[in-house]
């Protein structure tokens, strides 16, 4: 898969039941946008232990202020 499929087109491919947690970089730019818009002026900085996918960090890295990192590993994933 290219990974640009949608989300119900991965969950056909996979036996049943599938279990799984969607993360899509487009919604958390949206999210961030509408904080913005909700709060101006506000920093937004992304903790890395909510979800430290280096897909999804990269995208909170160009959305965000910063990253919030609690550990060496956080930090080099966010250095990354």
């Known amino acids: 898969m290219s990974g640009h499929e949608q ?3 991965l969950r056909r491919a996979l ?3 599938v279990c799984a947690y969607v993360y899509d970089p487009a919604v958390l730019a949206d999210r ?3 904080l913005r818009a909700a709060l101006p002026g506000v920093t937004v ?5 909510a979800n430290g996918h280096p897909a999804l960090v ?3 890295a160009r959305v ?6 609690a550990s060496g590993g956080e930090l080099a994933l966010a250095e990354a």
Do not use: Q, S, T, W
């Open 7 to 9: 989300p119900d087109d």
């Open 45 to 49: 900085c992304y903790a890395v232990k």
């Open 64 to 69: 965000c202020d910063g990253l919030e990192v």
């Open 15 to 17: 036996p049943d039941p």
């Open 32 to 34: 961030v946008a509408r």
């Open 58 to 60: 990269g995208a909170a």
